[in-house]
């Protein structure tokens, strides 16, 4: 439960369980008051703000789906201007920071303003009715990527944008998960104390759109880095710097919790695409270096 | 101090004057020589803003909206297609009652691309709550940037100000302007005090969503805003004239059209060759006049009444089409005229940078006198 003193208050409509109303408070603990936060039009914008109601206690903007990095450009340049020294946060969910907001966070990146912009990926676009994004991993059933007589769900895997955004000169790039509340807060801080255009990628697991109860949220959260389908990272200047590192399980104990996926249970187990999603997995444990070695039991000291 | 120079630099140099304290400029023809200007005047510390070289039009308005929230004057300039890129945005700007203000110099909107003068572009945006101004020659370009400025930034208004000029016919033209210096524009034109701006010592939430129990009640404060403005216009504009004896307070200005028969309604550089052949005309004892509008938006329907009530026709010229009705411009006269019994015929003309000539326009007034309208004018039927 939010306690009414913190910055992100209680009282918003968002649904039990909902993933991006914990990076909402997240962020706020991060970044303390002295924060001028931009919204893009979404989940969050909308169970936060329906006017004349708002959960934000610090100075907050929504303008468009896919302006806020520009409206945050706007924003630092008047701070500036004006010898202030509020931090500017961008917040967009996946479908707002991967495809339609592309080209004003590519040219925000590319211009240097100093901001962080925080994705919360909840793999889809949520707020509209579950369609799918860039950011949709393969094989997820979406409602514009529905699984079918000749379809297995979204046919492509999810865009690496903190790699692209790495790309633009970004000093300061990181994925994160709430299924790591501290780790979030963390990564918010050191992106917002990091001068230029910094990327926090935060998973946060949907059960109204991923198909499971909202008490799993962090559980599901978990599983997706102990399957290694997220990869919990840190890119200083374009370099890993500190990556979370797992024992792996099967992508199946991931996989089964959610409905989005249950078309490769039922009605019959779909070993071929689950071995894909798998492969997807160890290629990711081996970029990242996330398997965690075991340290092998000591031989049996011979008398 | 009268100088003969660019229309776009004569803007360029009220803008600075005007003292923007973020600029987002975006490149397009033809209204690349003003951000280009201003670029300069930064790059030498003549001009103290943030400029920010965005990635797009829908950015630089997008940069402006954000910059305005936080309290700062802003600027931009754009035209045509930069303009169409900007719709979803104009709207945000207005409905949030942030007054920025941006130039536009007026061209055609493809398709068939053409970087010509025409002004379907701002006229297109005249239902998105900006106030547009349309100026007839360069020196009434940089008066209405102050203009412009001074009222959206009246408490009582909050809205954002296209000042529109034509693309190349003022954009790139040379002609005498009679600039005002820094301490003439700062009596006029004080820093911008906002009214309410995101700051984490008065924590607001701006954009928020609308529910349908509240939506009805923003649009209409708008609108009201919009109808405010008509006062706060004629205010700046008689203050102005007060100080440098260019008097603005009017949204539509005559010109000999106090006795005509034959009233012609046109916007922007399309008015000075109306005046050429109205003088022709009156030689030749023709009584025809007109009436210029010189601030579209709000619509100065009482004063184009009131104007015009003696007249025995009106022809409207536009340089805009409402494809399937008629001339933009024209359908709003004949509502403002509504009750009347005299004709108000519409000609579109001009489009895409086709001249009109003081010869157009006396035939224009031998069709309206004929009762001939609500068509094409200057038609070249051989390439039909």
Known sequence: MAETCELFDCGHRACGGCGAALVSRLILKATGKDVIVVSATGCMEVFSTPYPET???????????????????????????????????????????????????????????????????????MNTGIQRSGATPYDASTTTSPAGKCSIGNSRPKKDLPQILAAHGAPYVATASIAYP???????????????????????????????????????????????????????????????????KPVETYLKEQKRFRHLFKPKVNAEEIAKIQAIADKNAEKYGTDLKLKSKPDPVVP | MLEITEGSHAVAKAVKMSRPQVIAAYPITPQTHIVETLADMVADCELDAEYITVESEFSALSACLGASAAGSRTYSATTSQGLALMFEVCFN?????????MTIANRALGAPLSIWNDQQDS??????????????????????????????????????????????????????????????????????????????????????????????????????????AKNAISKAGKEFGEMFGRDYSALVEGYRVEDAETAIIAIGSLCGTVKDAIDEMRTAGKKVGLLKIRCFRPFPADEIRDALSHVKRVAVLDKNISVGAKGAVAIEVRDALYGKTMPVLGYVLGLGGRDVRISDIKNIVSLAESGKGDQFYGLRTEVL
């Open chain 1, 55 to 125: 959960a934000w206690k610090v100075p907050w903007i929504h303008s468009l789906f896919e302006n806020n990095s520009a409206v945050a450009s706007g924003i630092e340049a008047a701070l500036k201007k004006q010898g202030r020294k509020e931090k500017v946060v961008a917040i967009g969910g996946d479908g707002s920071t991967f495809d339609i907001g592309m080209l004003c966070l590519s040219g925000a990146f590319e211009r240097g303003h100093d901001f962080t912009y925080i994705c919360y990926d909840n793999e889809a676009y």
């Open chain 1, 182 to 248: 501290s780790d979030v807060v963390k990564k918010i801080e050191k992106a917002i104390n990091t001068p230029g255009p910094c990327y926090v990628q935060i998973h946060a697991p949907c059960c109204t759109g991923w198909g499971f109860e909202g008490e799993k949220t962090l559980a599901i959260g978990k599983l997706a880095i102990e399957t290694g389908l997220w990869v919990n990272y840190e890119m200083e200047d374009g370099v890993v710097t500190r990556v979370k590192k797992v024992v792996r």
């Open chain 2, 93 to 101: 700007v207005s409905g949030m009652r942030l007054p920025v203000v």
């Open chain 2, 123 to 228: 006229i297109s945006l005249r239902d998105c709550g900006w106030l547009q101004f349309y100026a007839e020659d360069n020196q009434e370009a940089t008066d209405l940037h102050y203009i412009a400025y001074k009222v959206a930034e009246n408490p009582e208004v909050l809205l954002p100000a296209f000042v529109c000029f034509d693309g190349f016919i003022l954009s790139h033209t040379y002609e005498p302007v009679d600039m005002l210096t820094q301490e003439d524009v700062d009596r006029f034109l004080p820093p911008y005090k906002p009214v309410q701006k995101l700051d984490a010592d008065d924590p607001i939430s701006m954009g928020m969503y609308a529910t349908p129990d509240y939506y009805l009640e923003f649009r209409y404060e708008h609108d009201q805003a919009m109808k405010r």
